[in-house]
């Protein structure tokens, strides 16, 4: 007998609850608050993690061991780059204060959206290095998702 409850596919609306982490622990997990509503396809979700949900049923659960790297891409090391004072005051407030493992948004050069980037370093001429990698890049991850609902 085959299931009737829905499966995904490419370009299905989820709502579920996910967690992602690496090595240090999670980096996100909705378990604990609202699930996440998403469409796959879009971005929201790397392509390698899409990929564990695609055949998944509705209202199942599973986890996912992600090897080092495949989740988020190796480590760019042209991810990290000093931004001068003068940048930062044009892009955001200018009394901010950095310290060393803030984590800021930017908003993307379309305005449409953000990114984020850690603070490395901060020169005492105010300029600062960001890596703009993500946090889990190079890293093995776990991915461990509950699919709430399927459309």
């Known amino acids: 007998m085959t299931s009737s409850l829905p499966r995904v596919q490419a370009g299905s609306f989820l709502t579920l609850h ?8 999670d980096i996100i997990n909705t378990f604990n608050d609202k699930p996440a509503t998403l469409s796959l396809g879009t ?6 993690v899409e990929q564990c949900l695609i055949g998944m049923e509705e209202g199942g659960r599973s986890t996912f061991e992600l ?5 988020f891409g190796e480590r760019n090391p042209d991810m990290q780059q000093w931004l001068a004072r003068k940048v930062l005051t044009q892009m955001g407030d200018p009394l901010e204060t950095y310290t060393v493992g803030d984590v800021v948004q930017f908003p993307t050069p379309d305005g ?3 990114f984020a980037g850690v603070v490395l370093q901060v020169r005492d001429d105010g300029a600062v290095m ?4 993500h946090p889990l890049a190079g890293q093995p991850v776990t ?7 399927v459309l």
């Open 130 to 133: 960001f890596d703009f990698n």
């Open 112 to 114: 449409q959206g953000q």
């Open 18 to 25: 996910y967690r992602l982490s690496g090595p240090a622990g």
């Open 143 to 149: 991915f461990e998702v509950q699919l709430i609902g």
């Open 43 to 48: 971005g929201e979700l790397s392509p390698a």
């Open 67 to 71: 090897p080092a790297g495949a989740a």
